[in-house]
């Protein structure tokens, strides 16, 4: 047999395949399978990013109480408040990348 041929042109040509093309098919098996298992875990991993209005009804509610308050207190929690705002849109965007660098690693394991 030749080895300079593929597995799938010995096998074609000869009817079977010399021991080393054997084994780098059983060990191309063993990494599809180990894809599979990447692949549910890659997806497993976008339910735990924050959806897209992640606190929106929170904010809504804090921004509502602060226009009972007045002085000091409301120029404090408007500050608070823009301050969590921040952060929410920061987890977003974090969010959004790594959902769009899963979507490329899920892309590229296809």
Do not use: C, W
């Amino acid at each position: 047999m030749n080895t300079n041929l593929s597995a799938e042109e010995n096998f074609r040509i000869h009817g079977k395949l010399p021991a080393d093309q054997i084994e780098e098919l059983l060990d191309l098996a063993l990494v599809a399978d180990k894809v599979d298992d990447a692949k549910h875990y890659m997806q497993e991993v976008k339910s735990g990013f924050p959806e897209e209005d992640f606190l929106h009804a929170e904010l809504a509610e804090m921004n509502e109480f602060v226009k009972a308050m007045r002085g000091q207190n409301k120029a404090n929690f408007k500050d608070l408040i823009g301050r969590i705002e921040e952060r929410r849109n920061e987890q977003n965007q974090a969010a959004e990348h790594g959902a769009d660098q899963l979507k490329q690693a899920l892309k590229a394991l296809n």
